[in-house]
């Protein structure tokens, strides 16, 4: 399966947010696509990013390393990277992971808006 990426910036109270809505599978194969998605997020100065995984079915270590590596690049400008409608079975690989205590996940876009 491929990787498939939108973005959009959501404005609000909170600011403006970029928003990446992801389906597919993240493996080493199509974590480039995202990573090159997140970076030039960044280049263009938006610093506060929502990943919306709700169509995302399989991750492997290749895309957990890209997610954290977006994450590094946002809190380099103070920025955030967070996670929203993560399937179980994926966020069963963020809790063995330990990465559920370094990414924000949240169960609503309306939630990750508002949260910082």
Known sequence: ?????????????????SVVDVAGEIDVYTA??????????VDAGQYHIIVDMHGVEFLDSTGLGVLVGGLKRVRQHD?????????????????????????PIHDTLEEALAGE
Do not use: H, N
Not at 1 to 17: I, K
Not at 32 to 41: G, H, N, S, T
Not at 85 to 93: A, D, F, G, N, S
């Open 1 to 17: 399966m491929d990787l498939s990426l939108s973005t959009r910036v959501e404005s609000g109270p909170w600011g403006d947010r």
């Open 32 to 41: 480039p696509k995202l990573r090159e998605q997140l970076v030039e997020i």
């Open 79 to 103: 920025g955030s990277l967070r996670l929203v409608r993560v399937q179980e079975r994926i966020l069963k690989i963020f809790r063995i992971t330990g990465l559920t205590k370094v990414f």
